[in-house]
């Protein structure tokens, strides 16, 4: 059977769809990190620091907070703030509607948000790029960032920002940082444990029906949040089928094949036949 109807019948048939994004969803819609939307953006930092593309851009080992931040805002700014709906979210929305489904994400972009999904229905477990936290962190609580980072943008000269808009935590007046988990400081605040707790639930009413578990554009940086633990849920419950769409990088465990659909295409595109498919049906 030719993979997209086989792809639109696995979706048809389940009862319910249990969707893991990564990085690679939003680079289908365009919002890359890297080539010309880097250069166009960021090509100051790039002479400056010789970094090449945003993701090395925020691990830069900075001179200043004020330099740090100058980046930062930038990177906020572009990716949080400024960018519109990518299509294969809408696409991916239009699939879903009136299905039982949920979310878990590593994305921190806000585009399933912007694109209309019901917050109840997502678990965006790595963080937002639109939340700041305490850099200790003195407490459990995370901060909404956009005043801030606009500011932060639009004054900077030199690549770097004024001093007096650094960042501090109102509760101990230490330095602010992004609400991203890159170390074991990340902030967990009552807003991402109410997530996983719905999606733990979620995950038990559905353990044993027609699931789907539709994997899009997950990497191997962090397989341990979403592309083992599908594999492992498809493999406890035969009535599951593991579906992955993913550009160049589309591959299951050899026990799981039978019940495993891989789509080494781009993931919009691959979205959009679908939803084609549904038009002419």
């Known amino acids: 059977?030719?993979?997209?109807?086989?792809?639109?019948?696995?979706?048809?048939?389940?009862?319910?769809?249990?969707?893991?994004?990564?990085?690679?969803?939003?680079?289908?819609?365009?919002?890359?990190?890297?080539g010309e939307r880097?250069?166009?953006?960021?090509?100051?930092?790039?002479?400056?620091?010789?970094?090449?593309?945003?993701?090395?851009?925020?691990?830069?080992?900075?001179?200043?907070?004020?330099?740090?931040?100058?980046?930062?805002?930038?990177?906020?700014?572009?990716?949080?703030?400024?960018?519109?709906?990518?299509e294969p979210y809408r696409l991916l929305l239009q699939l879903l509607q009136g299905r039982d489904y949920f979310v878990l994400t590593t994305n921190v972009d806000h585009q399933f948000q912007k694109a209309g999904f019901d917050k109840e229905?997502?678990?965006y477990t790595q963080g937002d790029y639109g939340l700041f936290q305490c850099s200790k962190p003195c407490c459990q609580r995370t901060y909404d960032n956009e005043a801030t980072v606009r500011r932060m943008?639009?004054?900077?000269?030199?690549?770097?920002?004024?001093?007096?808009?650094?960042?501090?935590?109102?509760?101990?007046g230490k330095p602010m940082t992004m609400n991203l988990r890159c170390d074991d400081r990340f902030v967990q605040d009552a807003g991402w444990d109410a997530a996983a707790e719905r999606y733990q639930a979620f995950l038990n009413r559905t353990?044993?029906?027609r699931v789907v578990y539709l994997e899009l554009g997950v990497g191997?940086?962090?397989?341990?949040?979403?592309?083992?633990?599908?594999?492992?849920?498809?493999a406890q419950n035969p009535r599951?089928?593991?579906?992955?769409?993913?550009?160049?990088?589309?591959?299951?465990?050899?026990?799981?094949?039978?019940?495993?659909?891989?789509?080494s295409s781009d993931i919009g595109n691959t979205l959009k036949a679908i939803d084609l498919s549904e038009k002419q049906a």
């Open 1 to 34: 059977m030719d993979p997209i109807a086989r792809l639109k019948h696995e979706l048809e048939a389940a009862d319910t769809i249990i969707v893991g994004a990564g990085a690679g969803l939003s680079a289908s819609a365009g919002f890359a990190y890297d």
């Open 240 to 263: 599951a089928v593991y579906v992955c769409v993913n550009q160049g990088e589309a591959f299951c465990p050899d026990s799981l094949q039978s019940r495993s659909l891989c789509i």
């Open 207 to 209: 353990a044993q029906s």
């Open 153 to 172: 943008a639009a004054q900077q000269e030199n690549l770097q920002i004024p001093s007096e808009l650094l960042p501090r935590c109102p509760v101990c």
């Open 121 to 123: 229905r997502l678990f």
């Open 38 to 86: 880097f250069r166009q953006h960021f090509a100051p930092f790039e002479q400056a620091y010789g970094f090449h593309d945003m993701y090395s851009g925020g691990f830069y080992p900075y001179r200043s907070p004020e330099a740090y931040w100058a980046f930062w805002s930038r990177m906020i700014l572009l990716n949080r703030y400024e960018a519109g709906v990518g």
């Open 220 to 234: 191997m940086n962090t397989p341990g949040i979403i592309k083992v633990p599908f594999w492992q849920f498809t």
